[in-house]
């Protein structure tokens, strides 16, 4: 079964119209989606170069919008404000969470805060924090999200969230292997309501066993953006369609 499509079809068939902003949208509330980091969905026409940039500014602590133009030309770059891009708001917590982990493998502790509590509502992330659990040698990512668009959204951030969770376990001596978004409202904006029902496949990446410090990552990951192109990922990061899904829920 495509859980993706059974995610979208979901919200679709029982989710509650609503207009925040403006803008009708169909939403579920209190959507929990797991998956196994490494883990997303593809459809016709998508760019998972964007995806793919914004885990690499994730790790390296930055944002460059210029960046993103180079690898998706024709998204739309409002899109990608401060309220959007990660990097420059985890700044020095990822190497906190990782310190963490290996001084406490047990640890409640290891969270990267996203969202600013002194931020005007408005430009809140919607992401609020991720939370990073060693259970044995394996390493669970919990991640905390007020919103969620399934089209434009959900697919891409599974894609950085990823990323992060399998770096994160490089430098903590863990494999990582669950990935949980808990969302406070998972929706559709009707006018993307087509791309929801289209059809989506289940791809896989692994990143390269960069180092197990975190400087070393960085700076590999601040090279990667200079290079990105669907041809790197494909070999570098072994980006593949699979043929079974079964790695995530409603």
Avoid at 27 to 47: I, L, M, Q, S
Avoid at 70 to 82: K, M
Avoid at 199 to 216: A, C, G, I, M, Y
Wanted: with cysteine; glycine share 8%; aromatic share 10%.
């Amino acid at each position: 079964m495509n859980y993706y499509s059974r995610y979208t079809r979901t919200i679709l068939n029982s989710g509650t119209k609503i207009t925040p902003r403006g803008l009708p949208v169909i939403a579920k509330y209190n959507v929990t989606f797991a998956t196994v980091p490494g883990f997303t969905y593809r459809r016709e026409k998508d760019n998972p170069l964007i995806g793919f940039m914004e885990g690499l500014q994730f790790i390296a602590g930055i944002g460059d919008l210029d960046a993103i133009a180079r690898v998706a030309p024709h998204a739309d770059l409002s899109l990608f404000t401060g309220q959007s891009i990660y990097g420059p708001r985890a700044g020095d917590q990822t190497q906190w969470v990782i310190d963490e982990l290996n001084k406490d493998p047990d640890s409640r502790r290891a969270t990267i805060i996203i969202s600013d509590q002194h931020e005007p509502l408005e430009t809140r992330a919607c992401t609020t924090c991720m939370q990073f659990q060693k259970i044995g040698h394996e390493l669970l990512t919990i991640v905390s999200m007020r919103s969620s668009d399934a089209v434009y959204g959900l697919p891409y951030d599974l894609v950085q969230f990823g990323m992060m969770s399998q770096m994160i376990g490089c430098c903590t001596g863990a494999v990582a292997t669950r990935l949980v978004i808990n969302i406070g409202n998972a929706h559709i904006y009707e006018k993307t309501a087509h791309l929801a029902t289209s059809k989506h496949t289940p791809w896989s990446f692994t990143l390269p066993r960069v180092s197990d410090k975190f400087d070393d990552w960085v700076y590999w990951a601040k090279k990667e953006m200079d290079v990105l192109t669907m041809s790197l990922v494909k070999e570098e990061f072994d980006f593949k369609e699979e043929k079974e899904d079964g790695r995530g829920w409603l």
